[in-house]
């Protein structure tokens, strides 16, 4: 099993920022790409931000310019920096990989991490 660790979530004000942090851990298992994805009530869960081991990003639209992912591959750990933070970014952030083992991958998430932001 691969464990995702995330922390940095809270309330802030509109036009605040915040950091997120998640680390993979699991004996056994290559980590691979990492990612952000967020879910708001009554909505579906949808993609924020995903980075590979080799740095490659991929942004929503939505937060392009606003949100910046970064990862450290020697802790499995992956970071997401939140600028700029409006009212519609409210949500529970969830962190995901993608892990192999031996000839399989698998797909993991973290318990979600509550973001608030005010008007």
């Known amino acids: 099993q691969v464990q995702l660790v995330e922390s940095g979530g809270g309330l802030v004000q509109a036009g605040g920022s915040l950091r997120l942090s998640c680390a993979a851990s699991?004996?056994?298992?290559?980590?691979?790409?990492m990612g952000w994805y967020r879910q708001a009530p009554g909505k579906q869960r949808e993609l924020v931000a995903t980075?590979?081991?080799?740095?490659?990003?991929e942004y929503a639209d939505s937060v392009k310019g606003r949100f910046a992912i970064s990862g450290d591959n020697a802790k499995n750990t992956v970071y997401l920096q939140m600028n700029s933070l409006k009212p519609e970014d409210t949500a529970i952030y969830y962190c995901?990989?993608?892990?192999?083992?031996?000839?399989?991958?698998?797909?993991?998430w973290g318990q979600g991490t509550q973001v608030t932001v005010s008007s």
């Open positions: 995901n990989t993608v892990a192999a083992r031996s000839f399989y991958k698998y797909n993991y």
């Open positions: 980075i590979t081991r080799g740095g490659d990003t």
């Open positions: 699991g004996s056994g298992f290559v980590i691979g790409a």
